[in-house]
């Protein structure tokens, strides 16, 4: 856009934000019409909602936001990445889930893009919630096209006190509009001391000496 069109864009524009702030609306349809109002004709109702989601539905800075992305030469790229999300699914291998207290165990998931676009480069398998068991917060996922699959692995080390533990990581891209996508991975484990694992294989030590009898001869 050029300087003289920009400010006479803007400027427009304020008097619109100005208008509908008075209007004190918090509907989030309402929300996006008036968005939609604002930005360039025919912007995609998706997109819409993504900068008004990405910015506490606040209409101000998610015009702030559109526009700024706006003023790079590469708009219809980025906003095309921003209407198509990224999704996946994904199937877990996991042997077991129980372990020792202090075991070093393997999770292994393989990854399917399901969504329409490919995944861009950038995108991590993020540490959400729960228990980090000793995992990374982050680790890098490869670009893959649509249907294709990839494997994933993390190591984990349980805790030092037995007892059940929980954590998810969810697939994210990167950037100045990450978002995440796709279904939580989730590692649920139960940790048992490993006497008592002993002692379940083994059974249990009674202490009980059983002496050989004597035999005398007369």
């Known amino acids: 856009l050029g300087r003289t069109r920009l400010t006479a864009l803007m400027s427009n524009i304020d008097e619109l934000l100005d208008m509908f702030s008075k209007m004190g609306t918090t509907d989030h349809e309402t929300l996006v019409q008036q968005f939609q109002m604002i930005a360039p004709q025919?912007?995609?109702?998706?997109?819409?909602?993504?900068?008004?989601?990405?910015?506490?539905?606040?209409?101000?800075?998610?015009?702030?936001?559109?526009?700024?992305?706006?003023?790079?030469?590469?708009?219809?790229?980025?906003?095309?990445a921003l209407s198509n999300k990224c999704d996946m699914s994904f199937t877990v291998y996991q042997a077991q889930d129980s372990?020792?207290?202090?075991?070093?165990?393997?999770?292994?998931?393989?990854?399917?893009?399901?969504?329409?676009v490919p995944w861009p480069v950038g995108c991590t398998?993020?540490?959400?919630?729960?228990?980090?068991?000793?995992?990374?917060?982050?680790m890098p996922a490869p670009s893959i096209s649509p249907g294709e699959n990839v494997d994933l692995e993390l190591v984990f080390t349980c805790p030092p006190l037995p007892g059940q533990y929980?954590?998810?990581?969810?697939?994210?891209?990167?950037?100045?509009?990450?978002?995440?996508?796709?279904?939580?991975?989730?590692?649920?484990?139960?940790?048992?001391?490993?006497?008592s694992i002993e002692m379940e294989e083994t059974g249990p030590n009674l202490g009980v000496d059983i002496m050989q009898e004597d035999t005398f001869q007369f």
Not at 110 to 115: E, P, R
Not at 173 to 186: H, I, N, P, R, V
């Open 42 to 80: 025919n912007t995609d109702h998706t997109v819409c909602t993504f900068f008004l989601e990405a910015n506490n539905w606040n209409l101000s800075e998610a015009i702030s936001s559109f526009y700024e992305i706006n003023s790079n030469g590469d708009f219809n790229q980025q906003i095309g």
């Open 99 to 116: 372990y020792y207290i202090n075991e070093t165990f393997q999770m292994k998931w393989n990854l399917q893009n399901t969504g329409p």
């Open 125 to 138: 398998l993020n540490f959400v919630s729960g228990d980090l068991l000793g995992g990374p917060k982050s």
């Open 166 to 195: 929980a954590g998810s990581w969810k697939m994210s891209t990167s950037g100045d509009f990450a978002y995440m996508f796709g279904e939580d991975l989730w590692v649920i484990i139960n940790v048992s001391p490993r006497d």
